[in-house]
């Protein structure tokens, strides 16, 4: 099956320090998406990106869809400690079918 | 967005038995899939419910382990069935939101842990 990964698989960071969690694809998506999941939660939808090269911001949060529409990237601003949970990318299989990344998660130090 | 109930929350299980889990939306939905999130991993898809006719399953997901019940467009049950504890997980269920951006809402899951 497809395969999506992402790196890094941990990230540790201060609060206040940026983070990036990067999503690669073998083969060229039709769109991509990012759930967040805090510990012990449920993913949750924060966005969908569907053109090449598109960039969205929500607030410190910055996605990215790669020009070849292969890989994403997800850039947080001046982490909190509310970001803290693993992100997960998310590709189109077919439908309303969706392959998960590996998902990277992210602890906060205060 | 789709309010969706997962019942049981969380269970222990004895290696051997089965256990259904619930899925109840708040609304008409025609596909409903389920989700396996093993401890620490991702999600994997296990199937696709849909309202009457059988579930389509995933590579390495067969019918027989994981029956799927969809008797209305508002409800799902997966059955676990003869568990071993590597089927320890949380399972999820999942649906469509209703704008058809692809946008996909949660249960908040079943934590199945098996002995």
């Known amino acids: 099956g497809q395969q999506v990964m992402q790196i890094p698989q941990y990230q540790h960071v201060q609060e206040g320090e940026d983070f990036t969690t990067y999503c690669n694809s073998s083969?060229?998506?039709?769109?991509i998406q990012w759930y967040k999941q805090r510990p012990g939660g449920h993913p949750v939808f924060l966005i969908q990106?569907?053109?090449?090269?598109e960039v969205k911001k929500q607030k410190r949060l910055t996605f990215q869809f790669g020009e070849a529409k292969k890989n994403s990237s997800l850039h947080i601003t001046a982490t909190q400690t509310t970001d803290v949970g693993t992100y997960f990318c998310?590709?189109?299989?077919?439908?309303?079918?969706?392959?998960f990344g590996t998902g990277t998660s992210l602890t906060v130090i205060p | 967005s789709a309010v969706i109930s997962q019942k049981p929350s969380r269970d222990i299980c004895q290696r051997g038995t089965s256990l259904t889990i619930q899925c109840q939306v708040d609304?008409?939905?025609?596909?409903m899939f389920w989700y396996r999130q093993q401890p620490g991993q991702s999600l994997t898809l296990i199937a696709t419910a849909n309202q009457g006719s059988e579930a389509t399953y995933e590579s390495g997901f067969v019918i027989d382990k994981f029956p799927i019940s969809r008797p209305n467009l508002t409800f799902s049950t997966l059955t676990v069935s003869n568990m071993s504890p590597e089927d320890s997980s949380i399972y999820l269920c999942?649906?469509?939101?209703?704008?058809?951006?692809?946008?996909?809402?949660f249960g908040e899951g079943s934590r199945l842990t098996v002995l």
């Open positions: 083969t060229t998506l039709s769109n």
């Open positions: 998310a590709a189109r299989k077919n439908g309303n079918q969706f392959y």
């Open positions: 999942s649906v469509p939101g209703p704008t058809n951006t692809g946008e996909l809402f």
């Open positions: 990106l569907v053109k090449s090269g």
């Open positions: 609304s008409q939905v025609t596909m």
